[in-house]
């Protein structure tokens, strides 16, 4: 049991690298992603740490909240996440700070789509949560209705930034 935890939590962070790697690239064709790095450059190995724990805690939040990883709006959302933490307020505007930058890095030629999986997949979750017996999903459990693509990613922003601080400072 304990092997087979080994081997999913190293399959996890070569899968999470992988996806870095991707950003990485993208970004410097594009120069459009200030959230991605190239963990090839040792200069940047404390950078590197840093947004591997951000992955990591937005791929936790997302599966806790049972978003579906094989959707679309998996990806997008993990890539709003990220860019709303760099943009570094929460003033942000969906239509013209966020879908714009997804569609660019995901050659997508109408930001309906985005938008559409993005609330696709945030619906499927929320009614899962709304049928399961034990409700212990600390995001979910926030909504007192269906959220809105916003709230969902400002939360789940709220909740990824709490997370980092209580496991780089321990409280």
């Not at 459009?32 to 939040?61: C, G, Q, W």
């Not at 212990?136 to 693509?149: E, G, H, N, Q, Y």
């Amino acid at each position: 049991m304990k092997k087979e935890s080994h081997h999913h939590e190293s399959q996890l962070i070569k899968d999470l690298i992988r996806e870095i790697s991707e950003i990485g690239k993208h970004a410097r064709s594009r120069h459009a992603f200030t959230y991605a790095f190239d963990p090839s450059e040792k200069a940047e190995k404390e950078v590197y740490h840093h947004n591997m724990r951000l992955m990591k805690a937005i791929h936790d939040l997302l599966n806790e909240c049972s978003v579906n990883i094989k959707s679309r709006g998996y990806t997008y959302i993990k890539d709003a996440v990220c860019i709303i933490i760099d943009h570094g307020t929460l003033d942000v505007c969906l239509s013209t700070d966020i879908y714009p930058h997804i569609a660019r890095k995901h050659n997508i030629s109408t930001i309906a789509r985005i938008e559409h999986n993005m609330r696709n997949s945030i619906d499927a979750a929320y009614h899962l949560y709304i049928r399961q017996e034990d409700k212990c999903s600390p995001l979910m459990d926030r909504f007192d209705s269906k959220p809105t693509v916003k709230e969902f990613l400002l939360h789940l922003k709220d909740e990824v930034d709490r997370r980092l601080y209580s496991e780089i400072y321990g409280c």
